[in-house]
């Protein structure tokens, strides 16, 4: 039966994840009846996935401008002005749900989709980077889910040639049956060449280009708009099959007739593939569009314009050409071996028509698809309420540790801390010989190719932080963010997301949501720290056998950052020994949701450590002058585990042990493990050089004596011969950070 005589059922629509209201929304847009095309864009088109329809009031919100943004929210990717007349492009975005079904081709697809985010606006692609998260790591899916997504993610962004230079990985039960894969690409352009998605030129050709269409994909904007039931192996088919080689052609294609004058507009094919690359074209531009479904490139037989429609096959661009170029375009995407097809062109209708042999299988009008989805306001728990709901208990008394030693030699094999080296040495983290910081720092830096210009890129968040405050850790989720850049000397620009939760149709999690967006968006005011990019990943939660309900809120944070001079960027390892570790920042010793408690004691109680919002720019303007002065020889921002354990990380990164110097006057615990935020450990080569402390005391910053390098030991006391709280080799630490990983993944999968 074809696709225009297919009578539309209640069932139907259901299936297409549309309510009854929101059907009558449609008929009385179109006037008529759907047919089966005409309802499948629809559906896709007003899908969770596509419209934003439970959060786009609330990101409205957000601060999206700045003298460095050139181009916010709106577009295929974020662009701000880096000097130079260069600018730096960059997006984060989900692919949740088809990694959790099909982890290799999953996170796969996630990559090859932000790369063409980002070379679509004319950006030659300069690093990737991803944000994981996965369930309990003994769970019977974990081991199969984490190879496939660290191997899905090295085979494409190995292959395509762009280096995956850092990235971010937590464990938590409530991720069982619903992993989080996020990736980010950063790409660098010419500020005078710079291109848009907007459709315009009544009679210009609109042009299809890349690899064939075929029927993987279908639904999957769908399918990523809903929470999995017992039947998530079923939808195995709605999984794109990733080519980084095609991907790599078109991206060669792409930039260079991108330095001719034949394109208007361009878009790549991504969620909802065709539909939502040709309705945001014509949207934007105020036009309508014919397209000829025969001459859509196809490699399966029999497809029907539903199917090519709904499609997301990768590796495929739309794009709208002056006329009279069609020819210089063709042969460009014929030298790189590519398809190549006129499949339409721009009309004034404002409509879609869609023919297909010889009969219009579709005529709609595009405004309601784009401008008119539902805009929902979803009701939000109050704050008080959903902090009774969420179950964290207060804090409580806390015990002193009776081994510190033997607490930091956990901590640092524990699933949140350990090295990540099994997961970034499957990544070519330096093809393009650009990458100047490699993985294992605060933030990744890649050279701006030709100059001395680094971009710093970090991506972060602590979703248990989320959970127990919302707010609190929409803040902190920022806040660490710029930490991270300011830590390798750099200036931070601005910031792309990924916000994962669960089902908007519960209140409670509709207060999650707006509670970490109004966290963020004062903290990106405060910081002058502007959202420029972004995605929105809803229904991330499971009810199929063995899986967790809703996983924690986890609104993932990518930052950039500018250095003027990759030669003075910091990076976190001791240089020598003999030098004063100083801890600067910060205040009290905050124990509450930290790593400490929650791995030593069992226990995830507790408020977050609240964000000093004005202390956070203070101390990190204070580090990005120390860095560009040449005042310190290592930084790194306390976070996860507190002091104690980004010390060892430093001692780690170079071989060089450290005496800790606790202030006697406080219990030790919370000192050691405190995850108070704001903190940054740095080292100076003279211990006589007091230079840093007048900046600290000119800031209003505190700042103290923690540490001195030297030997091959962690010793926490006096360690010359008086009471010390333990003492640890850097020999055993290394062995516990090192071999989490490898025991984990050390067997059968």
Known sequence: MSSTATQITPEIVAEHGLSPEEYDRVLKAIGREPNLTELGIFSVMWSEHCSYKSSKIHLMKLP???????????????????????????????????????????????????????????????????????????HPKMRHLISGVVRGIGGYGNCVGVPTVGGEVNFHPAYDGNILVNAMTVGIAD????????????????????SKTGRDGIHGATMASADFGDDADAKRPTVQVGD???????????????????????????????????????????VGLLLNMDAVPQRETGMTAYEM??????????????????????????????????????????RMVLVHHGETVCDIPLAPLADDAPLYDRPSMPMDDYKAWSGV??????????????????????????????????????????????????????????????????????????YADPYEGGKQAIAECYRNLSAV?????????????????????????????????????ALDFPIVSGNVSLYNESKATGGGSAILPTPAIGGIGLLADVDAMATV?????????????????????????????????????????AAERKAGELIQKAVAQGLVTAVHDVSDGGPLVALTEMSLASGIGADVNPDWTKPITPQMFGENQGRYLVTVADPGDYRLIELAESAGLSIRAFALTGGDTICIGDCGGGQIFGSVSLTDLRAAHEGFFPKLMDSEL
């Not at 701000?80 to 692919?95: C, L, N």
């Not at 095609?246 to 330095?259: D, G, P, R």
């Not at 050279?447 to 680094?454: E, Q, T």
């Open 489 to 525: 000397g750099a200036t931070p620009l601005a910031v792309t997301n990924c916000l994962n939760f669960a089902n908007p149709q519960r209140p409670e999690i509709m207060a999650q949501l707006t509670g970490c967006l109004d966290g963020m968006g004062d903290a990106c005011r």
């Open 191 to 210: 500020t005078d060449k710079i291109f848009y998605s907007a459709a315009s030129g009544v009679g210009n050709s609109i042009v299809y280009v890349g």
């Open 64 to 138: 999206t401008t700045g003298p460095q943004v050139i181009c916010g929210p709106g577009e295929n990717a974020g662009v701000v002005d880096i000097g130079d007349g260069q600018a730096a492009i960059f997006k984060m975005e989900s692919h949740n749900h088809p990694s959790y079904i099909e982890p290799y081709q999953g996170a796969a697809t996630g990559v090859g989709g932000i790369l063409r985010d980002v070379f679509t606006m004319g950006a030659r692609p300069i690093a990737n980077m991803n944000a994981l998260r996965f369930g309990r790591p003994d």
């Open 573 to 613: 390892a001791f240089k020598n020994e003999g030098e004063q570790v100083w801890l600067l920042g910060g205040s009290a010793d905050h124990l509450g949701q930290s790593i400490w408690l929650r791995e030593i004691c069992q226990r995830e109680d507790g408020t977050p450590p609240s964000v000093d919002l």
């Open 244 to 286: 980084p080689f095609t991907e790599k052609l078109l991206i060669e294609a792409c930039l260079e007739l991108m330095a001719s004058d034949a394109i208007v507009a361009i878009q790549d094919m991504g969620a909802a593939g065709l539909t939502s690359s040709s309705v945001e074209m014509a949207s934007k531009g105020g």
């Open 393 to 466: 208990k207060p804090l409580g008394d806390i015990p002193e540790s009776t081994d510190i030693g033997a607490d930091l030699l956990k901590l640092m094999g524990s699933p949140d801390i350990a090295s990540r080296r099994w997961i970034w040495e499957q990544y070519d983290h330096m093809v393009g010989a650009d990458t100047v910081q490699r993985p294992g720092g605060d933030a990744a830096v890649v050279r701006v190719h030709g100059s001395n210009k680094g971009i710093a890129i970090s991506t972060d968040c602590t979703p248990r932080y989320c």
């Open 309 to 350: 429609m709904l499609s997301e096959s990768q590796e495929r661009m739309l794009m709208v050409l002056k006329p009279g170029r069609e020819a210089f375009a063709e042969a460009i995407f014929h030298k790189w071996e590519l398809d190549f097809a006129i499949i339409g062109e721009v009309t004034d209708s404002g």
